[in-house]
């Protein structure tokens, strides 16, 4: 046939489904938590996102003309976006702005672009560019800000501007006193300073599930992820399994010691467990297509969060643990997809 419109070959699947469609609906799920963000942080997390998605846009902008491909349909399914926020919702809302900027190029052009775009990338990009800046600058990525409800000093929204561009903070305030670790940081400080985790979940930064603020962002996490599912944009095999493998692992090490090793809880309301676990872990690229494989992939994250937290030098270990899982689904895929029926 010559008519171009014309349909040549089966099957022919019809979907809502787009790519652009599964992202408007990801980063809808995302408006609770990070409004929650804002709450609790500050407007510095909306520079952070707005400086990401920019660094992400412009990479994926030249990455598509060096490759010669029409930049206005890729750049229109909204996937670099994405990768931005969930990157920036990995980050202290004090970053240097040149973290988005080294994150996003190993992001965009590294883990997406160099091995053939969306849909051919390994490993999931925001994961990568985070993993890259949180080894690399390990300092520059620990300054957090309290929660407002803790905060010894509200940093302004200009504070903030001057803090990320320029490095500088308020004069007449301590660093100290602008700054404090995350809990999941007071943990790891706190276990080698051999205080128990009761005295640990006694400072104000801890609330009563988790962290003061991530208990709550957390939630919201959870709310979104819910959506996702309801709306069959995700799968529930992922989410759930990383949840109850979670609470299973790390209760065997409770258990055996409340006092030296975090609580199931704490786990998963402390950090960015739940965000991995409805926003990242369940990308259908980087992760695993069969049901069999998806729970595998699903525990392989959750075993290593788990281990990376309790025992690794990093306070959080889902940006590893969905990594190394990453590195592994193809072969997991390869042993549990059901074969065809004849197939030997």
């Known amino acids: 046939m010559n008519n171009p419109k014309a349909t040549t070959h089966a099957p022919h699947i ?3 489904n787009s790519v652009r469609n599964v992202m408007l609906h990801v980063l809808l799920a995302l408006i ?21 998605v920019f660094f992400a846009l412009l990479f994926e902008i030249i990455s598509l003309k060096l490759l010669k491909k029409p930049v206005g349909l890729f750049i229109s399914d909204l996937s670099a976006v994405v ?32 091995y053939g775009g969306l849909g051919q990338n390994i490993f999931n990009p925001a994961m990568v560019g985070f993993a890259v800046v949180l080894i690399s600058f390990p300092q520059s990525m620990s300054m957090w800000l309290a929660p ?11 504070e903030v501007l001057s803090a990320v561009f320029t490095q500088s903070f308020p004069a007449n305030v301590e660093f100290d006193t602008l700054t404090q670790a995350t809990p999941l940081d ?22 009563k599930l988790g962290g003061l603020a991530w208990e709550w962002i957390s939630s919201l996490y959870i709310l979104g992820g819910v959506f996702l599912i309801l709306k069959n944009i995700i799968s529930w095999r992922v989410p759930t399994t990383i949840i109850i493998a979670t609470v299973l692992f790390a209760l065997s090490f409770y258990l055996y010691n409340p006092d030296g090793y975090i609580s199931p809880l704490q786990h998963l309301f402390t950090g960015g467990l739940m965000l991995g676990a409805f926003f990242i872990a369940t990308d259908p ?24 937290r309790e025992f690794g030098n990093f306070p959080d ?16 895929d390869r042993l ?9």
């Open 14 to 16: 019809h979907t809502k």
């Open 32 to 52: 609770p938590a990070i409004i929650a963000y804002v709450y609790f942080f500050g407007f510095g997390i909306v520079l952070q996102i707005t400086l990401s």
């Open 83 to 114: 990768t931005g926020i969930l990157f920036a919702l990995c980050i202290s809302p004090l970053a240097p702005w040149w973290i988005s900027l080294i994150a996003m190029f190993f992001a965009i052009v590294v883990a997406k672009h160099l």
């Open 148 to 158: 407002h409800s803790i905060a010894l000093y509200d940093m302004s929204f200009s």
């Open 186 to 207: 007071s943990i790891k400080n706190g276990l080698r300073q051999e205080l128990t985790m009761t005295e640990i979940s006694a400072q104000p930064e801890f609330g």
């Open 285 to 308: 690229t980087t992760g695993c297509s069969s049901p069999k494989g998806q729970i595998i992939f699903a525990i392989g994250v959750a075993v290593m969060t788990v281990l990376i």
């Open 317 to 332: 270990g889902v940006a590893f643990g969905v990594l190394l899982m990453n590195l592994s689904a193809p072969l997991i």
């Open 336 to 344: 549990t997809i059901p074969k065809a029926y004849g197939q030997k």
